[in-house]
């Protein structure tokens, strides 16, 4: 008898101990979860308004302020997407530098000897701040991502590369909010300077973990820079539709006709969407002809910042 | 012993406790956040759809009207509205009762809503939708009758209120505002029409079907005439060849549709085929074009007019690259000259002009304006 009774006092007493801890937990988070996506979370773009009120002495110092250095991280096996980038997106960085993890022909990019693709990102970092000149942005990504570098310009056009920034889709794993790999990472020139710094500490942030535990790339990406206060900010346009998506266009229409039917294209995407993961070269060159050539006569845009098309390319 | 099961009995219980707890708690904030907020959006946002609907399109006559020149948020259209308004298409589309769920109603939702009129071509009448029954027979030997009897439909009940007369699929899609641009250099009192040009079988060659072609008013008024005096006959279950025979006939012009730097506009394939495919030299399409194919990308010009063979998420992809997608500032490598008519409009003689052509010409040219005074050239 007394085992059953001190049974249900216990079950009594622990049902109360839960119902406290998540009160807690949630007045907690709730507090702090309010202020911290108020001062980090969500970056957009400026909105047109904003823009026109630029003189144009300023707006032609944004425009030299924000060209892009494109780091992309290539192997043997990608060559076929090396290629498609190489001959697509890539050009419109104002800098782009393949990194490879080892010589192969016909793949022409920086060779940094190198298996383990941690360790490659960090060489590459470390490589494009040492040769950026005046280049104050830095773009991250594998070949198998579509970037649209006009819109990345247009997203941190007013954002001040001598802050920290550490853009792209952001995910949470934990307490750590990091960004994904295969959508992009946008990393600002301090930011850059402070993660390598915390490269040299390795406690906080080790060039080679743990063997049998293994962080992926990101994550790991993402732990060094907030060691070093630098925390990941999702990067979507002014209706709230992220600009970052590491699905390809074909897949996130298909998933709009499910979700929308009855508005497929306005429900599915950003007009100034950045990245676009997992498109195969031949949906990869429809994508540059759709973004940089088709369009419906006499509809314009006026922007008040143009940006020129690049030199001996014929598919844009 | 007896001691030891009291406390472990306690211990159990208090793990059991908050287990359960947690358990319930979770259930009930997740139901809470499943909850009724959901049908509520759902249901207003329907009533917001068809109110829409209703602002932009008039149902008449079995016809769809265009009411609004649809506009996108942050564009200055003006120009677009002026060649809304001055060349005006009647878009009909050739389809069938099996159809209308699988492809008819995304070309509904998607390139249709560009044209003046929309006209949906079936062998059945249904006023929902709407479309048009022509007491045909549907299969690919019908096709013809089905277009002759689709024009004469269109000539007859909306004659009046186009002056170009566009056929399509199904399964084309087409940029209704680059079919203007062309247009617009034209006058539609000539007999003429545009498409794919292809060479074989007649000497001014004839236009693919599956690409879509345009006649102009008088290239319409000649056809239902050549029906009536017997010049052109309906023998031959080839649709497009059969029409171009008869336009050849009875005196319409096979036009030149390409673009300035002689790029092809209508398309008969996909985009991916026409970019980045390579034909097998034995494959028929090399015999049939009527100017030299081109394959990647200069196969097509930056103002396309259609495509071909377009499955539904195609079609959502290609409104989505179209009116949508674009790069922030992009100065485009290809800037095509002003059509006939808006060059007219901006250089009228002085006793013929109207109080609306100063006002569409004063729209221009403040955009032109504000084009120069706002843009700042950043070379990469």
Same mark, same amino acid.
């Given at each position: 008898?007394?085992?059953?009774?001190?049974?249900?006092?216990?079950?009594?007493?622990?049902?109360?101990?839960?119902?406290?801890?998540?009160?807690?937990?949630?007045?907690?988070?709730?507090?702090?979860?309010?202020?911290?996506?108020?001062?980090?979370?969500?970056?957009?773009?400026?909105?047109?308004?904003?823009?026109?009120?630029?003189?144009?002495?300023?707006?032609?110092?944004?425009?030299?302020?924000?060209?892009?250095?494109?780091?992309?991280?290539?192997?043997?096996?990608?060559?076929?997407?090396?290629?498609?980038?190489?001959?697509?997106?890539?050009?419109?960085?104002?800098?782009?530098?393949?990194?490879?993890?080892?010589?192969?022909?016909?793949?022409?990019?920086?060779?940094?000897?190198?298996?383990?693709?941690?360790?490659?990102?960090?060489?590459?970092?470390?490589?494009?701040?040492?040769?950026?000149?005046?280049?104050?942005?830095?773009?991250?990504?594998?070949?198998?991502?579509?970037?649209?570098?006009?819109?990345?310009?247009?997203?941190?056009?007013?954002?001040?590369?001598?802050?920290?920034?550490?853009?792209?889709?952001?995910?949470?794993?934990?307490?750590?909010?990091?960004?994904?790999?295969?959508?992009?990472?946008?990393?600002?020139?301090?930011?850059?300077?402070?993660?390598?710094?915390?490269?040299?500490?390795?406690?906080?942030?080790?060039?080679?973990?743990?063997?049998?535990?293994?962080?992926?790339?990101?994550?790991?990406?993402?732990?060094?820079?907030?060691?070093?206060?630098?925390?990941?900010?999702?990067?979507?346009?002014?209706?709230?539709?992220?600009?970052?998506?590491?699905?390809?266009?074909?897949?996130?229409?298909?998933?709009?006709?499910?979700?929308?039917?009855?508005?497929?294209?306005?429900?599915?995407?950003?007009?100034?969407?950045?990245?676009?993961?997992?498109?195969?070269?031949?949906?990869?060159?429809?994508?540059?002809?759709?973004?940089?050539?088709?369009?419906?006569?006499?509809?314009?845009?006026?922007?008040?910042?143009?940006?020129?098309?690049?030199?001996?390319?014929?598919?844009? | 012993?007896?001691?030891?099961?009291?406390?472990?009995?306690?211990?159990?219980?208090?793990?059991?406790?908050?287990?359960?707890?947690?358990?319930?708690?979770?259930?009930?904030?997740?139901?809470?956040?499943?909850?009724?907020?959901?049908?509520?959006?759902?249901?207003?946002?329907?009533?917001?759809?068809?109110?829409?609907?209703?602002?932009?399109?008039?149902?008449?006559?079995?016809?769809?009207?265009?009411?609004?020149?649809?506009?996108?948020?942050?564009?200055?259209?003006?120009?677009?509205?002026?060649?809304?308004?001055?060349?005006?298409?009647?878009?009909?589309?050739?389809?069938?009762?099996?159809?209308?769920?699988?492809?008819?109603?995304?070309?509904?939702?998607?390139?249709?809503?560009?044209?003046?009129?929309?006209?949906?071509?079936?062998?059945?009448?249904?006023?929902?939708?709407?479309?048009?029954?022509?007491?045909?027979?549907?299969?690919?030997?019908?096709?013809?009758?089905?277009?002759?009897? !689709?024009?004469?439909?269109? $000539? %007859? #009940?909306? &004659?009046?209120? =186009?002056?170009?007369?566009?056929?399509?699929?199904?399964?084309?899609?087409?940029?209704?505002?680059?079919?203007?641009?062309?247009?617009?250099?034209?006058?539609?009192?000539?007999?003429?029409?545009?498409?794919?040009?292809?060479?074989?079988?007649?000497?001014?060659?004839?236009?693919?079907?599956?690409?879509?072609?345009?006649?102009?008013?008088?290239?319409?008024?000649?056809?239902?005439?050549?029906?009536?005096?017997?010049?052109?006959?309906?023998?031959?279950?080839?649709?497009?060849? !059969?029409?171009?025979?008869? $336009? %050849? #006939?009875? &005196?319409?012009? =096979?036009?030149?549709?390409?673009?300035?730097?002689?790029?092809?506009?209508?398309?008969?394939?996909?985009?991916?085929?026409?970019?980045?495919?390579?034909?097998?030299?034995?494959?028929?399409?090399?015999?049939?074009?009527?100017?030299?194919?081109?394959?990647?990308?200069?196969?097509?010009?930056?103002?396309?007019?259609?495509?071909?063979?377009?499955?539904?998420?195609?079609?959502?992809?290609?409104?989505?690259?179209?009116?949508?997608?674009?790069?922030?500032?992009?100065?485009?490598?290809?800037?095509?000259?002003?059509?006939?008519?808006?060059?007219?409009?901006?250089?009228?003689?002085?006793?013929?002009?109207?109080?609306?052509?100063?006002?569409?010409?004063?729209?221009?040219?403040?955009?032109?304006?504000?084009?120069?005074?706002?843009?700042?050239?950043?070379?990469?």
């Amino acid at each position: 008898m007394s085992e059953g009774s001190s049974f249900m006092k216990g079950m009594i007493l622990g049902g109360i101990f839960c119902l406290v801890i998540s009160l807690f937990e949630t007045f907690n988070s709730g507090t702090h979860s309010e202020g911290h996506e108020h001062l980090h979370h969500h970056l957009k773009p400026l909105s047109k308004d904003e823009l026109q009120k630029l003189s144009l002495s300023q707006m032609s110092d944004l425009a030299l302020q924000v060209q892009v250095y494109c780091l992309i991280m290539v192997t043997p096996r990608l060559l076929l997407h090396w290629a498609t980038a190489n001959d697509t997106w890539s050009k419109h960085c104002d800098k782009s530098v393949f990194y490879t993890s080892e010589s192969s022909k016909a793949l022409e990019a920086f060779d940094l000897q190198e298996q383990d693709e941690w360790v490659r990102i960090r060489k590459a970092i470390k490589h494009a701040y040492e040769n950026a000149g005046d280049l104050r942005w830095f773009f991250l990504a594998r070949p198998t991502t579509f970037a649209i570098i006009e819109n990345l310009k247009y997203l941190v056009l007013d954002k001040d590369p001598s802050q920290p920034f550490y853009i792209g889709h952001t995910e949470k794993s934990g307490e750590l909010d990091y960004v994904e790999y295969d959508s992009g990472i946008v990393l600002s020139y301090e930011a850059m300077r402070r993660l390598i710094e915390m490269f040299k500490d390795e406690d906080k942030c080790p060039e080679r973990g743990h063997a049998l535990w293994k962080m992926p790339e990101e994550k790991q990406l993402a732990t060094c820079l907030k060691y070093s206060g630098v925390f990941a900010e999702n990067g979507e346009d002014a209706q709230g539709k992220s600009l970052f998506n590491k699905k390809s266009v074909s897949t996130l229409i298909s998933d709009s006709m499910g979700q929308n039917p009855a508005d497929v294209v306005e429900a599915c995407c950003s007009d100034m969407a950045i990245t676009f993961g997992g498109m195969n070269p031949s949906q990869i060159q429809v994508l540059m002809y759709g973004v940089y050539r088709l369009r419906p006569y006499g509809h314009d845009f006026q922007d008040s910042l143009t940006f020129l098309p690049p030199k001996d390319s014929d598919n844009d | 012993m007896k001691a030891l099961g009291v406390r472990s009995a306690f211990y159990v219980g208090f793990v059991v406790g908050t287990c359960t707890l947690y358990v319930l708690l979770r259930q009930v904030g997740f139901t809470r956040s499943l909850g009724s907020p959901e049908p509520e959006t759902h249901d207003t946002s329907l009533l917001e759809m068809i109110e829409e609907e209703n602002k932009n399109w008039k149902k008449e006559r079995s016809a769809l009207f265009n009411l609004n020149h649809p506009h996108h948020t942050g564009e200055n259209g003006a120009l677009a509205d002026t060649l809304y308004k001055r060349v005006r298409i009647l878009c009909w589309v050739m389809t069938g009762p099996k159809n209308l769920e699988k492809k008819a109603r995304h070309v509904k939702a998607t390139w249709s809503r560009h044209c003046n009129i929309v006209v949906f071509i079936s062998s059945v009448d249904d006023p929902d939708f709407p479309t048009v029954g022509l007491n045909t027979k549907e299969g690919r030997d019908q096709l013809y009758w089905k277009t002759i009897r !689709a024009f004469h439909y269109v $000539m %007859e #009940k909306h &004659g009046d209120e =186009a002056d170009w007369f566009l056929k399509a699929d199904d399964d084309t899609y087409v940029v209704v505002d680059n079919l203007r641009w062309i247009l617009a250099s034209h006058s539609p009192e000539d007999p003429l029409y545009f498409g794919r040009r292809f060479k074989p079988y007649v000497k001014q060659g004839y236009m693919s079907g599956g690409a879509g072609y345009v006649l102009s008013k008088e290239a319409l008024r000649r056809f239902v005439e050549g029906f009536r005096t017997k010049v052109c006959t309906h023998t031959s279950s080839v649709e497009d060849l !059969a029409l171009g025979q008869c $336009m %050849e #006939k009875i &005196g319409v012009v =096979a036009g030149d549709s390409r673009d300035t730097i002689g790029r092809e506009t209508f398309h008969p394939f996909v985009p991916e085929s026409h970019l980045t495919g390579t034909f097998p030299k034995t494959f028929w399409y090399w015999n049939y074009c009527y100017y030299p194919i081109v394959q990647g990308p200069q196969c097509c010009s930056d103002l396309a007019v259609s495509f071909h063979y377009m499955d539904s998420s195609h079609m959502y992809l290609l409104e989505y690259y179209t009116y949508h997608l674009r790069a922030f500032g992009y100065k485009y490598r290809y800037q095509p000259p002003e059509p006939k008519i808006i060059q007219d409009l901006n250089a009228p003689a002085p006793d013929k002009v109207e109080a609306g052509d100063i006002e569409e010409r004063l729209g221009v040219e403040k955009q032109e304006e504000e084009e120069k005074s706002h843009e700042l050239n950043v070379k990469l």
